[in-house]
């Protein structure tokens, strides 16, 4: 679905709560009393539609990319955290749990029971921890696993306790049209959780990888191969990436995302190469050849330039080098001849990876590689430092009608951040850059 129909939609969704209440045939109340209404109206349409927004589902993520999805999510959550925290506070009017009968349409007072007032205020304080704990979810010290198993779990208890505060309490949702909406959203956010973690695995179980091999290809950096256990293709782009759980079963949240470093000519296996970070990634060197695994996908965006674009710019920083290696691989394996510059940094010499192989391709089509390290030994002759705009102006600038080529990037937040703005005062328009980061804050 185009990013502009997905947003107008998104817009769409999140006004009709207080459009269906503006033309409802109740009389209005003081200004601060439906704002406040409108606020939590609004904020609680935001948050079901969050459900859709974490699932993963193609037809959202697959325009802007699941780093920007994500990012989406969160900012949606702090700014409905922001209304929800200002909504029981600017109501004017008195609370009152039974309408007095000349009153019917609650002009003059909160319609408020014991059940509303209840989970309306578990919901908020719940609401509140869990926009909180996920913002700090760095500094706590519980694995990546518990967090999301608790942050699922506490969604779904706030959307059931707003539910129940918002048909008991909302003087608007009791009207025909609204009620229909909050259950048709319910509906939607109820399917996204089942078919995450219900119809998904299923579909996974009929579907089972295995591991090929596993092999220690530079400091702490490992290359995973796995393929189908009946050998049957697999589908992906190159430069896309699959969630991956080496478990017993697929009903699992131990499923990491990496970037698939083989290219689509070679779909009998992909390839990943892996940085140890945490739990799982620290785990690598203990998986043997056989292993059951599971994969969700293809996802991303990241992907082979169309063949309108004259050349092809990646910039890799680190492990970021797999989904470029991807493109490249599949570049060289349809004998697609488009000039290719890579800029590769990394810290040390000893964390380039597949040295060789681009060594190799470099000699043998228009592939120029730059090696740029951070800390480099005595004797390095190559590029030194960080990505900025002078090396970015050094290497990309220097070959004629580069600004005209599409850009491919990947790695750690802080170097793609430099890299887009060296390439845009390069000359190099927005919209010919794609950029995929690792993590999402
Ligand atoms: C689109 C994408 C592609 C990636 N491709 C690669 C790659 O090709 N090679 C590579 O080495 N790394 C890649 N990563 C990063 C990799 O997913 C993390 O390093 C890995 O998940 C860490 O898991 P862990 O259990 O070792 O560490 P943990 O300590 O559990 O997690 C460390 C951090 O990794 C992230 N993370 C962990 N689990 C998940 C998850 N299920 N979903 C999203 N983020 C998670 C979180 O930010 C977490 O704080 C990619 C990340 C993304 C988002």
Redesign the pocket.
Known sequence: MPSSLLLALYLGIAAAPVALAWISDLPPRPFLDDLSSGLAMTAYAVMLMEFLLSGRFRFVSSKIG??QTMRFHQLFARTLLVFVLIHPFIYTLPIIANPPPWDLAATGFLKLTNIGILTGIAGWLLLGALVLTAMA??ALSY???TW?LSHGLGAILVAALVAIHTFDSGRYSGTGPLTIYWTGLLGIAAVSMLYVYLVSPLLKLLSPFEVISVRQIAERTWELTIARRDRRPIRFKAGQ?F?LGITRHPFTLR?????I?SAPANNRQVQ???????????SISRISPGQRAWVDGP??GLSLPEPDAPGVGLIAGG?GI??LLSVLREMRARGDERPVILLYGNRREDQIVYREELENLAATSDLNVTHLLGEPPDGWSGATGLVDAQVIGDIFGQRKGSQGWTYLLCGPPAMLNAAEAGLMAHGVPASQIVS??????
């Open positions: 699941i780093d979810r760095d694995s990546y696993e999301r990436f969630w499923e990491n995302p990496f970037s470093a990943f190469v892996i940085k140890e970070l945490g739990d799982f990634t620290r996802h991303g492990v797999a989904p995929e980061r690792f993590v999402y804050d």
